[in-house]
């Protein structure tokens, strides 16, 4: 998590901690990110339906590049 907020700080005004990530990607859609122990949370908000698919695209891409060293496994929730 930390890495992927690193990552997009240079093109978003990226607030991040030890814990929790917020990436806003535009004035209508953003990342939450909330890490445990456990695991890692991610919220993709947006307005448009094909906006958040896009994103949740773009959010697996890097986090798989970044992940490489570690299995991954991604499991999405869409809500409406």
């Known amino acids: 998590m930390t890495q992927l907020a690193k990552h997009w700080s240079h093109r978003f005004a990226v607030t991040h901690d030890e814990q929790t990530a917020l ?3 535009s004035d209508t859609s ?3 990110m909330q890490a445990s122990a456990e695991r890692l949370s991610i919220v993709v908000e947006a307005e448009e339906a094909e906006t958040a698919e896009r994103l949740t ?3 697996a891409e890097h986090l798989n590049r970044f992940a490489f060293k570690e299995p991954l496994v991604i499991s999405w ?3 409406a």
């Open 23 to 25: 990436i806003p990607f």
């Open 30 to 32: 953003r990342c939450r």
């Open 57 to 59: 695209g773009v959010v």
């Open 77 to 79: 929730s869409l809500r």
